[in-house]
């Protein structure tokens, strides 16, 4: 079994890159073999999945990953970090299964990942990018059939709410149109150094198909916007700079089988994609 790091293995790596994790870059390393232990056997690894990993840190989530996929690529922003991954993992084998990539996961394209093709999203993700980087991947990597992402509690929340629910919003109808989302389980904070001021939480992506629908997704998110851009008001009301009018707002709506006096929250993507068939 792969040996991982411990409490006192990722300070003593700290101290030798002199790393102070920064709430910048929402670095909050994982010190809990267990908790990394978890995380893989959630995510139900094939032996043959290419696991893409967004922001390794130290490399305790890494080392874990290593020996249940055929290969993993790591993103990590920090090119310290970067350059010490490679070291860490040379120190305990299978350093032929591991690909560092030193670049922005919100900007990153299959183009940069040396060649692989991943299949499984796997990432204790920084808190102040999950969202955007959990849709820029699902968009960018079409081969990814499934993930599994560690964020902020209010973060999971929000991506795996239904219609109807309070936290329902923008990231809940975006994530749907690539994946069923769920909930996977929380995560205390103590298993993080250093310890972070809120709770965490699993969070499940698994791939499927978007609506069929004759709107293109950046027609359809385009409605999502603007119907939680002002998520209090009607849709009549908050669609009416997308459509024209309040009145052709109104039209849109009724063509698409939805109640113009209905909020966003009530609506499910497929919903959204039957809006943006019928823009004026």
């Known amino acids: 079994m792969m040996s991982l790091l411990g409490p006192a293995e990722i300070r003593i790596l700290a101290d030798k890159l002199d790393l102070r994790p920064t709430k910048k870059l929402g670095q909050n390393f994982v010190i809990d073999g267990g908790t990394v232990r978890r995380i893989v056997r959630v995510a139900d690894l094939a032996p043959d999945d290419v696991v893409i990993e967004v922001g390794p840190g130290l490399g305790s989530l890494t080392l874990a990953l290593l020996p249940a996929a055929a290969h993993v690529v790591a993103v990590e922003i920090d090119p310290v970090l970067a350059g010490q991954l490679p070291v860490t993992v040379a120190g305990r084998g299978l350093s032929d299964r591991l690909t560092v990539v030193n670049a922005d996961a919100m900007k990153v ?46 973060v999971a929340d929000r991506l795996a709410a239904a219609p109807g629910s309070k936290v329902y919003g923008v990231p809940s109808v975006k994530a749907a149109w690539y994946a069923d989302v769920r909930r996977a389980g929380p995560v205390g904070r103590t298993v993080f150094w250093p310890v972070p001021n809120v709770d965490s939480g699993l969070v499940s992506l698994i791939r499927r198909d978007p609506p069929e629908t004759t709107a293109s997704r950046q027609e359809v998110f385009a409605v999502v916007d603007a119907a939680f851009a002002q998520r209090r008001k009607t849709l009549r009301a908050a669609l009416s700079s997308w459509a024209g009018s309040a009145a052709q707002a109104e039209q849109a709506l009724r063509a698409a089988g939805v109640d113009p006096s209905a909020r966003g929250e009530q609506l499910d993507v497929t919903a959204f994609a039957r809006i943006a068939e019928h823009k004026p």
Do not use: F, I
Not at 117 to 131: D, G, H, I, K
Not at 136 to 145: A, E, F, G, N, Y
């Open 109 to 154: 394209t299959l183009d940069d990942l040396g060649g692989h093709t991943p299949t499984a999203l796997v990432a204790n993700l920084p808190y102040n990018v999950a969202v955007p980087v959990v849709l820029h991947l699902l968009q960018t990597l079409p081969s990814l059939r499934k993930g599994l992402v560690m964020v902020q509690l209010e």
